[in-house]
Structure formats: structure tokens, C-alpha cells
């Protein structure tokens, strides 16, 4: 299956953060949702990484949250001292990152991001995130993937 352009623009951001020696693999049949994702890759859901825009008083910050959990918008309102919170629109989504929701890789976005790590994530060995597209991932190690995308860890999922 030929690289799309997101595929390239995420590998590209990617190699500038220092992750020279990513694999990129494509399914076909998609990854859009973490069990999707899960059973393409075979592992288990808690190892994938959904990057979630939210809306945080009018600004876009990132959750890179465990597959098997959901970002608590009181928790994380608390965490960043906001007024309000609420998951961002998929005009919001594109327009802050530069992908698609499904495909929204962790790095690579035309500005950077506030961006929070579940701490959850960070217990595995390796967890897999989106590459760009709904149907393409990369396996990476937690603690490089919070190191290489800013992200502080936050316990704002439940």
C-alpha cells in the first residue's frame, strides 16, 4: 500500500523529533477505533493511544489516553485551571492538528501542542498510535512517545 501525504507528514515530523527508526504499518480495513486498532495490531487495547483533541477555553490541547479509557472533562478542566472543556469538533481536530479524527498521530502538528500522557500508557513496554490516517499505526515505547511529543503525564482519564 503506497504512503499517503499524512502518512509522509506525520514520518517527517517524526524523523525531526528523532524517531529515525519508525515502521508505519497499514491495515486496510482500518484502525479508526482502538479495538480496531487493537485486533489489527494484536495487542491489547489498553496498549493503543488515542490522541484526543479537546477544547479547553478556547484552546486545543492533546490527550494521548489509553484505548480502553476516556478523558474525564472535570479532571482535566481541574488539571489545566479551565472554565470549560469539551471534546473538539472534527473541523476543530483538523484545523489544530492537520489530520483527521481516526488518524490524528501524537506529533507532527503544524503548531505544537499542549499535550497530556494517561500515565496508564506508560506501564507497557510498547503501545501503538496513529500514523497520520485511519488505517495506519506505529509502535513506539511510552516514555519516548511522551518525551518526543512534549507530554506531560496527567491523570485525567477514567
Do not use: W
Not at 484526543?52 to 477555553?57: G, K
Not at 510498547?126 to 516514555?143: C, I, K, L, M, R
Amino acid at each position: 500500500m503506497a504512503p499517503s501525504d499524512a502518512v509522509e507528514r506525520f514520518l517527517a515530523a517524526a524523523r525531526s523529533a528523532g524517531l529515525d527508526d519508525l515502521e508505519v504499518q497499514r491495515f486496510p480495513h482500518g484502525t479508526r477505533t482502538a479495538a480496531d486498532a487493537a485486533a489489527a495490531v494484536g495487542c491489547a487495547v489498553d496498549q493503543i493511544v488515542k490522541s484526543l483533541v479537546l477544547e479547553a477555553d478556547d484552546r486545543a490541547v492533546l490527550v494521548l489516553c489509553s484505548g480502553s479509557r476516556r478523558v474525564d472533562t472535570d479532571a482535566l478542566a481541574e488539571h489545566l485551571d479551565a472554565t470549560h472543556v469539551a471534546m473538539a469538533s472534527a473541523d476543530q481536530v483538523r484545523s489544530a492538528t492537520g489530520f483527521a479524527i481516526g488518524g490524528t498521530p501524537p506529533l507532527g502538528h503544524p503548531e505544537p501542542l499542549d499535550t497530556l500522557i494517561d500515565p496508564h500508557l506508560l506501564g507497557f513496554d510498547v503501545v501503538y498510535a496513529a500514523a497520520g490516517t485511519p488505517d495506519s499505526v506505529f509502535a513506539v515505547a511510552p516514555g519516548r512517545l511522551a518525551e518526543v511529543a512534549a507530554a506531560t503525564p496527567a491523570r485525567v482519564t477514567g
